[in-house]
Structures are given as C-alpha cells and as structure tokens.
C-alpha cells in the first residue's frame, strides 16, 4: 500500500471517528490553491477544519507534532478560501482540530491551535 493509500485509509478512520464524536462532516480533502485539508466538519456549533496525522510508531515522533506553524498557516489559508466559496458557513465560530492517530489509539485534539495569519504568528 502506498503512503497516499495509507493516508486515505487513516483520514477514513478519523473520519468515522469524529462522526462517532457527533461530527457532521461536511468535506474530505478539501483542495485549492492554497493547499488541501484533510475534514471539513461541524461539531458543537463551529466549523471544525481538521488535520489528520499517522505514525505507525513514535520513532519518528508524535503524530500530532507533524503539524507545526506552516502546516497550521497552510489550513488557515485554505480555511479562508472555504468559508469564502461556501458562504453559508461565513459566520460561524472556527475550530482547528488535529487527529493524531499512533498505531491503533486515536488522539483528537479539539481547538489544538489558534489561527495564524501569512505572517505565522497566532491570532489570538
């Protein structure tokens, strides 16, 4: 199996995951320019963008540690572009969520950093 194969099979697991959590997922690997993210979804009133991470172990670290200040900046800028495509879901509170699956635990880390704007800092 290849590495896009493996990460698809992941983000599905994640996936029926958050939908077991009361997630309504809008959108999988949602694509532009700006770059792709993983789950579009609802849950508890906001819009919830998530980022799947896999390691089959932690010899190559935390799955969760994947997703440092230009990873976040990329989903902030593609959750930008959703929002302005899909307008009904212009006004609602944003959630940046991170599924960190190692081996067969799921770890989900809901509000797991804040937005960050082209320059990288967070806006609080």
Known sequence: MDR???GRAFEEKA??????QGVRILERNFRCRQGEIDLVGI???CLVFVEVKYRRNERS???EEAVGAGKQMKICRVS???????K????MQVRYDVVAIGG???RWYKNAFFYRNQGGAPIW
Do not use: C, T, W
């Open 4 to 6: 896009v194969s493996v």
């Open 15 to 20: 996936s029926a995951f958050l939908e077991e």
């Open 80 to 86: 930008d572009y959703f929002r302005i495509r899909n």
């Open 61 to 63: 670290g935390m799955p």
């Open 104 to 106: 067969e635990e799921i």
């Open 88 to 91: 009904k879901y212009q006004d």
């Open 43 to 45: 849950h508890e009133g």
